[in-house]
């Protein structure tokens, strides 16, 4: 196992959550890193993504404002702060990474992805 994601649950709307991404065996530094998600009957959706010092981040339009994608090069962890979560903020999320410095929407970017953490958030 590459990565280890962890942190979801269950929250009501205007809740705050905070994902958390180990990636115990990988030489963290030189990884792109990147959340995804995918509600029930639809596809796999980009969320955030963060490149490997930091430098350069990308959201998707609907979470700008309200997520925050981090990393601890130190620790090997990432993470993704979610505020003012939303019902249409449900989903399992996904961790992912790729050995790269540059970072992408696109899903077939990234080599390596953790297993998943559900995040519902009720109305």
């Known amino acids: 196992v590459q990565l280890q994601a962890s942190g979801g649950g269950f929250v009501q709307a205007g809740g705050s959550l905070t994902l958390s991404c180990a990636a115990p065996?990988?030489?963290?530094?030189?990884?792109?890193l990147a959340w995804f998600r995918q509600a029930p009957g639809k596809e796999r959706e980009f969320v955030a993504a963060?490149?490997?010092?930091?430098?350069?981040?990308n959201y998707r339009d609907s979470v700008k404002g309200r997520f925050t994608i981090s990393r601890d090069n130190t620790k090997n962890t990432a993470a993704l702060r979610m505020n003012g979560l939303q019902p249409e903020d449900t989903a399992v999320y996904y961790c992912?990474?790729?050995?790269?410095?540059?970072?992408?929407?696109?899903?077939?970017?990234?080599?390596?992805w953790g297993q998943g953490t559900q995040v519902t958030v009720s109305s």
């Open positions: 963060l490149s490997w010092y930091g430098g350069r981040s």
């Open positions: 992912a990474a790729d050995y790269s410095s540059t970072i992408t929407q696109k899903s077939y970017g990234y080599k390596y």
């Open positions: 065996t990988l030489t963290f530094n030189r990884y792109s």
